[in-house]
Structure formats: C-alpha cells, structure tokens
C-alpha cells in the first residue's frame, strides 16, 4: 500500500526558500512520496545582490527564470501567502484555496522600511529608481540614506553610470562607520567624488539633520538604511521578536510548532548558533538548505541537527570592476587581511554568478540525501 503524500510548502522563493524547495524536491526522505510547493508572487527569481545595478541604470533587470534555478519537480504558485494557521496546517494564498502542509519553511525575507523615498530593494522599487536617476539633468544631487553594504554599493554603481551626479552617502556614522571607515573603501568613493556625511534621513520626509541643523533632501534619494521583514510570522500569532523575526532554534524550528521551519532574512536562530548572523544572501543560502536538512531528517526517521555558519568574507562591488574584500572570522568579525580595487572585483562577480548556479545545481541534483549538512561557509 503506498503513503500517503506528504506535502511541504515553502513560503518564499529568494535565495533561502529556493535552496530549501530544491533541496527536499532532491532529496530522499523515505518511504513516503513528497510534493514541494513554492508559493511566491514574483514572476521571475530575483538576484536581489544585483539590484542596485538596476537602480543605477547600469543592469537591464535582476530577473532570472524559474526554470533555471528551480527543481523541475517543485510546483510554484505565484501569490502571496496571506496568513498561516499553524492548527491546522494550512497557508492562506490569495485567492487560491487554502494550501494544507505537512511540514512549512518560512522563508519570507526582507524588504524595506516604511518610506516614500527611492530604494533598491525589489525589482520594482528598483525599476523606479532608474527611471528617477535617469531623468535626473547634469549636476544634479544626490543623496544615499545608508552607508552599509547596499549604500556603498549602490552609490558606486551610480557615480560609474552618472558622473555627471552629485552624490553623497549620510549615515548617523557616515565617516567613521566600519565600512565607509576602511582606508581603501574611502580612498574608492573619494575617487567616484562621492562624499560620506554623518547626519540621519527621515524616511518619511527625507529630511536631513546633521550637525544641528536640517535640510531637505535631493529629490532623488535612495533609502539603503534598514530592512524590515513582512508581518506575516506575528499576524499568524507565531513567537517573533521585536523586529517581527521568526524565532527559531539552533535546528531552525519554531518552538512549540515544530512541523514549521525558518530560514534567511525573516528569521532570527535564538542562542550562539546564530548569534552572528545577519541579513544577507551569504546567510540565507546555507540557511535555506539547512532548513530542507532538518525537514528531510524528520521524514527519514533522524535527528535534525544544529546549524553551523561560519562567515569567510565580506565582499562588496565598488563599481567599474573593482571592489573590496574584507576577509572576517567565522563569527563575522574582521581579520586584518583584505583586498581591493580589480582583484576584488573579480572575487565579488564570481560570488554573485555563484549564488545562482548553487541553487541550479541544487536543483539538477539527483537525490542523495544522507543527513544533515555539516558546518557552512558564508560569503557576502
């Protein structure tokens, strides 16, 4: 007599969710045959890292097919889940009926906080604030909210398609933040005439106060300064913290509801397993599998166990074809060697086609699953 079908949604199709439908769609669980459901309102996957390329005009489109990085046996809805009750085990999706689960991986990611300001957040955001750069006359202003990660980066892909801008990064540490601090990074937004500014933007108003006094904002500026996490987890009346994080364990399960499963940006890992962790697709891959892992463990009749992410670098794109790499310990910390300028570069772009052709080669796995995964390597 054959199994019943055990069916696993995931809800989410960015880096993390990917990895985990691609990974239980491959992997051998047992006895019992299992159906994979994506549910995830985009048309196409996005490579998010490649956003602020698209917001400065220099990249046509972040998108990517479905079909090249998702496992052909994984069925994908295109809607957004709307709520989730973990009862009876059923995810509400748009206009869809209810879809039941036997096991859930939540794998919502992030977006941008509450603003009217430009942003390079999703393709669409993205797309505006092309057509926002692109109208923009010679010599005009401006300003970057944000000087991490998105906020370097974005205002370096923008100096290189628009020299003919005005740039400027504002941040409460803009010229002593860690990243904008470092020599060689400040050496290479000095070089694009981009200037740091300490001062905070109102993301309603785009207001800038520095130094006791306030300012309007250029009308074009970008928000790059914090994410936000859709409210999904806390409206469903699962644990969150106080960012609105599902909170999970070191096996990246939701305590007290153990047929749910977290995964990347949307997630917080409670205790020193995840201690270190940020937001990032460094983060969110090896989260993705390693929420599959413990998925595939159940249903094999194992143990689930501990995730182990260790970072390896921080790499940032700078513009041109260059780019800094900061190398850090496991617990994301900085060493003291790094390296800039093409070398980096090139580091930088293999990561990012990397991150693509892991999924579509997660998803062409024949299935081998032999257990959990050891201990993770993080670059991003």
């Not at 409460?172 to 904008?180: C, K, R, Y």
């Not at 390693?290 to 970072?311: E, K």
Request: charged share 15%; hydrophobic share 45%.
């Amino acid at each position: 007599m054959m199994s019943r079908t055990v069916r696993v949604v995931v809800i989410g199709g960015g880096y993390a969710g990917v990895m985990a439908a691609n990974r239980v769609a491959g992997g051998k669980p047992g006895t019992a045959p299992v159906e994979v459901v994506l549910v995830d309102p985009g048309a196409q996957f996005t490579e998010r890292i490649r956003l602020h390329q698209v917001g400065a005009g220099g990249r046509d489109s972040a998108g990517v097919e479905w079909a090249e990085v998702l496992h052909p046996q994984v069925r994908r809805v295109q809607a957004r889940a709307l709520s989730i009750d973990s009862e009876d085990r059923a995810v509400q999706v748009g206009n869809h009926e209810p879809l039941r689960f036997d096991w859930l991986i939540y794998a919502v990611g992030s977006g941008e906080q509450q603003t009217a300001l430009l942003s390079v957040t999703n393709p669409a955001a993205a797309g505006s604030t092309r057509e926002a750069v692109a109208g923009l006359a010679p010599g005009s202003a401006v300003t970057v909210a944000g000087a991490g990660p998105t906020g370097v980066e974005a205002a370096s892909a923008l100096a290189v398609a628009r020299p003919d801008l005005l740039i400027t990064i504002i941040a409460p540490s803009g010229l002593v933040h860690p990243l904008t601090g470092r020599q060689a990074v400040a050496r290479r937004l000095h070089h694009l005439g981009i200037s740091v500014e300490n001062g905070v933007v109102d993301p309603v108003t785009g207001t800038i106060t520095s130094g006791g006094h306030s300012r309007p904002a250029a009308p074009a500026t970008i928000w790059t300064a914090g994410l936000a996490v859709p409210p999904l987890a806390a409206e469903s009346g699962l644990p969150v913290d106080g960012d609105g994080r599902l909170l999970v364990d070191a096996t990246l399960t939701v305590p007290g509801h153990d047929r749910i499963i977290g995964a990347g940006d949307a997630v917080r890992v409670t205790g020193a397993a995840g201690a270190h962790l940020r937001a990032s697709c460094a983060a969110a891959i090896p989260m993705g599998a390693h929420a599959a892992d413990t998925v595939l463990a159940h249903l094999s009749g194992g143990t689930p166990s501990a995730i182990d992410i260790g970072y390896l670098a921080q790499c940032l794109d700078m513009g041109a074809g260059r780019g800094h790499l900061q190398f850090v310990h496991p617990d994301d910390a900085p060493r003291v060697v790094a390296l800039s300028g093409r070398s980096a570069g090139w580091v930088k772009e293999q990561v990012c086609r990397m991150t693509v052709a892991w999924l579509a080669r997660e998803a062409r796995r024949p299935g081998s699953f032999s257990g959990p995964a050891g201990p993770a390597v993080a670059v991003g």
